[in-house]
């Protein structure tokens, strides 16, 4: 090769890294987008984040979002993260977006997730359904009838979250148990809903079966998951299944941090962070209780979860 064309080459190839460099350059200086879902622990985390982003010099976005199809916009770069990703509910869709490129790993917070129905331990004291927490005590139509509400046609309720979580899982449980004429399924509105069943179902003394996840507030609040046969993987209808084996309760599972591939170019320091952050279970239930039970909002709550884990989070910004 003649030694022109390698030094015109060497140039070329000079402008082409200096103009993406600049076009990473200024990317820094777009908002890093957060997605913000409808349960606490989620929402204080985003703040978390947001607030050491600032701190690292990024400006934030906070972006409302549903949480299986914020994969989707993770993958194409219209969220930068998604830092609460629960293996249980979000596993499916995490892993097709990673399939079509543009989503990946940043690692797993230090703890294991748990999403089951469930009932506060008060049910048991009282026994309105003697043989708890062994889900074989739902087929009894006594107990059935004392979890029974207004809406729920005399069968017993479960009260799921947002039919967005995760769609159709447990009223396929339920048909998978052959216990689907005993029980039905109504979904809330939201994760506060939860919450006030519970208060509503003690005040009138009956019997309630809530969604509920670990780790969560209600890890030190006396709440009880109901045992259901074992998951395996593919055990669901969704997960290629059948009615003979969808009865199976929830994995134990992890809790990941994906991100847009793109981002530890464009916001590296925020991305370094992203990567080593790793929080515990009571971490998070603290991060939830301070809204739940104390009443901040969760820029407060975010702001109090940093001052209580200063010098952890300082180690992570490093
Ligand atoms: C997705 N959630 C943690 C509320 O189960």
Not at 103 to 127: K, Q, R, V
Request: contains cysteine; hydrophobic residues 40%; aromatic residues 12%.
């Amino acid at each position: 090769m003649n030694i022109i064309k390698m030094i015109k080459g060497l140039v070329v190839a000079a402008i082409i890294s200096a103009f993406s460099f600049a076009a990473y350059a200024a990317d820094s200086k777009k908002p890093t987008r957060i997605p913000v879902h409808n349960w606490s622990s989620q929402i204080v985390m985003a703040n978390v984040l947001g607030q050491v982003f600032e701190e690292l010099g990024y400006s934030v976005e906070y972006v409302p979002a549903e949480s299986i199809t914020r994969y989707e916009a993770v993958r194409i770069g219209d969220l930068h993260i998604a830092h609460e990703t629960w293996e249980s509910t979000m596993a499916l869709p995490f892993y097709e977006a990673m399939d079509k490129g543009g989503l990946i790993d940043a690692g797993s917070h230090n703890l294991i997730t748990f999403e089951e129905m469930g009932f506060p331990n008060w049910i048991l004291d009282e026994g309105l359904c003697p043989g708890l927490p062994s889900w074989e005590a739902l087929k009894s139509p006594d107990c059935a009838a004392n979890f029974a509400t207004a809406d729920s046609d005399g069968k017993g309720r479960w009260l799921e979250g947002p039919i967005e979580w995760h769609g159709d899982v447990m009223p396929n449980r339920l048909k998978g148990l052959g216990i689907d004429d005993l029980w039905t399924v109504k979904f809330a509105g939201s994760a506060d809903a939860l919450w006030a069943e519970l208060k509503a179902a003690k005040a009138e003394g009956r019997g309630t079966v809530i969604f509920n996840w670990s780790p969560n507030f209600t890890d030190a609040a006396g709440f009880t998951f109901i045992d259901f046969p074992p998951y395996y993987e593919g055990c669901r209808i969704e997960n290629g299944g059948t009615w003979e084996t969808t009865g199976c309760g929830s994995p134990k599972g992890w809790l990941k941090k994906a991100a847009h591939i793109k981002f530890p170019l464009s916001h590296p320091d925020a991305y370094k962070f992203y990567t080593k952050m790793s929080f515990t279970a009571p971490q998070i239930g603290e991060m939830a209780n301070n809204v739940d039970n104390l009443g901040m909002n969760h820029a407060e709550a975010a702001a109090a979860f940093i001052a209580n884990h200063r010098d952890q989070i300082d180690l992570w910004k490093r």
